[in-house]
T-cell receptor, first 115, second 113 residues
């Protein structure tokens, strides 16, 4: 079975530009979460979606937005890029969003570099 | 707020050495605990988990026991291999209606032949 997939693998942008990252969850999973991993740190929670509804939001500015589609895939958008947005962006999928026992499976990530 | 603490810096071990990685947590509600591993250039993989006190998670020779009294979830392996070289993250999901993961800063393990 296919795991969580993310595209693109790598991305280079300049300050002020906008970027869209994409994620496809494991088949049957309805919940998608996004995390930002800055080099040398643990991942930080950005958003969670379930059945196209936002179920959680981390402490990130409004430049960050996301959505989930009817097929449960998701996009993360970042506007007005800053140098500090350079990071590995990870997508995770799970069956549910409302329990702490459900395992989340991560994709390989998108490496964003902002110059 | 909830948090996970991993205090160790990078560790280098020889093959077949014993491994222990410390993890302590703070949580307002009864959490589930996880260890994730990140191999070079890859995303995160779940290594093991425990969802209630005294549970022992195990996988690939790694073990960790959920200790509520010491708020800890230390990772151990009796004999490491070169292929275990990676960054290890301890994480929790707090109780309640959420599956938001809160990660520690991670610790790098390098295993030399």
């Amino acid at each position: 079975d296919a795991g969580v997939t993310q595209s693109p693998t790598h991305l280079i942008k300049t300050r002020g530009q906008q970027v869209t990252l994409r994620c496809s969850p494991i088949s049957g999973h309805k919940s998608v979460s996004w995390y930002q991993q800055v080099l040398g740190q643990g991942p930080q929670f950005i958003f969670q979606y379930y059945e196209k509804e936002e179920r959680g939001r981390g402490n990130f500015p409004d430049r960050f937005s996301a959505r989930q589609f009817p097929n449960y895939s998701s996009e993360l958008n970042v506007n007005a890029l800053l140098l500090g947005d350079s990071a590995l962006y990870l997508c995770a999928s799970s069956f549910r969003w409302d329990t702490n026992t459900d395992t989340q499976y991560f994709g390989p990530g998108t490496r964003l570099t902002v110059l | 707020g909830d948090s996970v603490t991993q205090m160790e810096g990078p560790v280098t071990l020889s093959e077949e050495a014993f491994l222990t990685k410390n993890c302590t947590y703070t949580a307002t509600e009864y959490p589930s605990l996880f260890w994730y591993v990140q191999y070079p250039g890859e995303g995160l993989q779940l290594l093991l988990k425990a969802t209630k006190a005294d549970d022992k998670g195990s996988n690939k020779g790694f073990e960790a026991t959920y200790r509520k009294e010491t708020t800890s979830f230390h990772l151990e392996k009796g004999s490491v291999q070169v292929s275990d070289s990676a960054v290890y993250f301890c994480a929790l999901i707090s109780g309640g209606a959420t599956n938001k993961l809160i990660f520690g800063t991670g610790t790098l393990l390098a295993v030399q032949p």
